[in-house]
């Protein structure tokens, strides 16, 4: 369809939702900052690997023994079996987020569904889903975490699989809360009289209804899982070596400290600003699509 | 508050321990191997005597057995043997409990001294250059790695400056006060710094909350300094949205402990988690768990009945 033009006097149409979004985002600095800070460092791990000269395990073998020192070969030195330290930090990177984002996938769907059904039932539905995310709150994550991953040794798809199923709670408990709200609405009670179902209600009519807090929400949960996933490394217990994570360079890195210091740096500079930038970005997207006027 | 409330609220933890010992305990018994594993491959061990071994703790037994009889136990107030010290779990985590409030206790106390002003400065300010100085420093609080930032501090005040001892809970021979404060300090600090972090946050949105009311403006017309109207008059209010999350990160803390207390080499129950895991030791492991559990349930009822209490418009029925 051609643009229509519109005479000056007539006054203009109120914008798109997206479009205020995208306004009130872009007026958030740190949100901006935080969002391409996120896009280098995706470019970078995406494309970094193809343009180093070693692999992540490739190993020099006349460095081996203890860490080596920056150099015009070795940016950011090498660990003590001779691999390259800025390669295995570049794909840690991508170990990293795919955990972070996968995790946070996970959580958000999870966490979405129960509660959806949580808020959109009610009664029984609501009370058992309800005390299990009680019962899944009061056991101290991190811990859990451990002992999952200590005793059932799981692959990484599974690790991610079980960072994800342990951070959906507070997810569950928002989307709850909107459901039971939104569930009364009238557009709710007009698709109900059209005849559309449980399923219908729920995702067709009231989950878009509820996008913005979901987005938000997902976006801080891709900082716990990063988060997580990076203790769990530097504890031993995530993802294993040879395979490069941000949290298991900095356990491989504690252990030489006095010797190397560049080693431990890099790693933990990388998560605290992925982390910081995911927060800011969330925080934007708070302010952008939940406006408190 | 009524007193019916109170118990209303403490019998509801019952039914909340029940299903996370059910949860934990499958996950502890389901796992694949056990504690016995160390011994299997030992030539010197008889397959009666590991028979046996698995006889004392009850092994042998089909799960939802072992966990009735773990559960009848554990209400009486035992609750098993530690299969790597053979000590009783009670006496053992105890024995660490020690070092984690001290800990704990010592951060927490850090943290509100730092975040009650921080919060009420930037809240007074706000929108200022210091406001959003702060504002930025406490997402960097929140978004960075504990474990990294304890690095950090041992490199810079163990390696470089040789202030700090790096880890340990006192010297070999030592345990004087000034001792045991150099030994504390870094892991306190790294345990305090989210949470004043967030704390902070939270006291400065409650402080601009309180701080919009009438009766400010009206303790402000009697002609009370801003200082005398933010402590006696704003501060008690704002405090309360806070003491929910101050409980609430009770839970950070538990989690915090066992990363600060491994690089730290600290002897709370934080450590004696990692030593259990690495042992396979099932009771001490569902020892440990229930606890920061049971920690976890009495720090949100704390909070509930902290809140009700501090809140007169608050009547549960």
């Known amino acids: 369809m051609a643009e229509t033009v519109l005479p000056l006097a007539t006054i203009q149409p109120p914008q798109s939702y997206g479009r205020r979004v995208v306004k009130r985002f872009l007026k958030h600095r740190p949100a901006v900052a935080g969002l391409t800070f996120l896009v280098l460092l995706g470019v970078l791990i995406i494309v970094g690997p193809y343009f180093s000269p070693y692999s992540f395990d490739g190993q020099d073998f006349n460095l081996i023994g203890s860490p080596g020192p920056m150099s015009a070969e070795h940016w950011l030195g090498t660990d003590e079996l001779g691999r390259d330290a800025m390669t295995r930090l570049i794909y840690g990177g991508r170990v990293s987020l795919a955990v972070g984002l996968a995790g946070a996938i996970i959580a958000t769907f999870a966490g979405t569904l129960v509660g959806a059904l949580s808020g959109f039932y009610r009664g029984w539905t609501d009370a058992i889903l309800m005390r299990l995310t009680d019962v899944m709150l009061s056991i101290p994550t991190l811990p859990l975490v451990l002992l999952l991953s200590g005793l059932f040794r799981p692959s990484p798809p599974l690790l991610v699989a079980i960072v994800g199923l342990l951070i959906w709670m507070g997810t569950a408990r928002l989307v709850r809360s909107q459901f039971l709200a939104l569930r009364e609405r009238e557009f709710v009670e007009a698709a109900r009289a059209l005849g559309a179902g449980g399923a219908r209600l729920m995702f067709r009519h009231i989950l878009p209804n509820a996008i913005g807090p979901i987005t938000v929400s997902a976006t801080l949960a891709v900082g716990s899982a990063i988060m997580l996933e990076s203790a769990l490394s530097f504890l031993g217990f995530g993802i294993q070596p040879p395979v490069p994570t941000w949290g298991n360079l900095l356990n491989s890195a504690s252990s030489w400290l006095s010797v190397a210091p560049w080693l431990a740096i890099p790693p933990g500079l990388l998560i605290l600003c992925t982390v910081l930038a995911v927060n800011f970005l969330g925080d934007g997207l708070r302010d952008a699509m939940e406006p408190k006027e | ?317």
């Open chain 2, 1 to 317: 508050m009524s007193l019916g409330y109170v118990l209303r609220r403490l019998l509801s933890a019952i039914p909340l321990l029940l299903g996370i010992s059910v949860i934990l305990f499958a996950i502890i018994h389901l796992a694949p191997g056990g504690p016995l594993d160390m011994y299997t491959e030992n030539p010197a061990v008889s397959k009666e005597a590991l028979e046996q071994i698995a006889a004392a703790y009850g092994l042998d037994q089909p799960v939802p057995v072992q966990y009735f009889l773990w559960l009848k136990s554990m209400l009486i107030g035992d609750w098993g043997y530690s299969i790597r010290t053979g000590r009783p779990v009670l006496t053992e985590i105890v024995g660490r409990l020690g070092p984690t409030l001290e800990l704990g206790g010592l951060s927490l106390l850090i943290s509100l001294l730092i975040a009650i002003p921080l919060g009420i400065i930037s809240a007074s300010r706000r929108g200022s250059k210091l406001d959003s100085t702060l504002t930025l420093a406490s997402f960097a609080g929140i978004s960075i790695p504990v474990f990294w930032l304890a690095l950090l501090l041992q490199l810079f005040f163990s390696v470089e400056l040789g202030w700090l001892p790096s880890a340990g809970y006192k010297s070999i021979g030592g345990g004087g006060f000034a001792d045991r404060l150099s030994h504390i300090v870094m892991p306190a600090a790294v345990l305090s710094l989210a949470t004043v972090a967030s704390w902070s946050r939270f006291i400065r949105s409650g402080m601009i909350d309180v701080l919009n009311q009438d009766y400010i403006r009206t303790a402000y017309a009697k002609g009370r300094s801003e200082r005398g109207v933010v402590i006696m008059h704003a501060l008690r209010n704002a405090m309360i949205p806070a003491v929910t999350v101050i409980a609430v990160d009770f839970a950070t803390v538990i989690s915090g402990a066992v990363i600060t207390e491994t690089v730290f080499a600290w002897p709370g129950i934080g450590r004696l988690f990692m030593e259990s895991m690495d042992g396979r030791d099932y009771p001490m492991l569902m020892g440990l768990m229930m606890m920061g559990s049971l920690g976890i349930i009495i720090a949100n009822i704390v909070a509930d009945l902290t809140y009700a209490s501090l809140d007169p418009r608050i009547r549960y029925g």
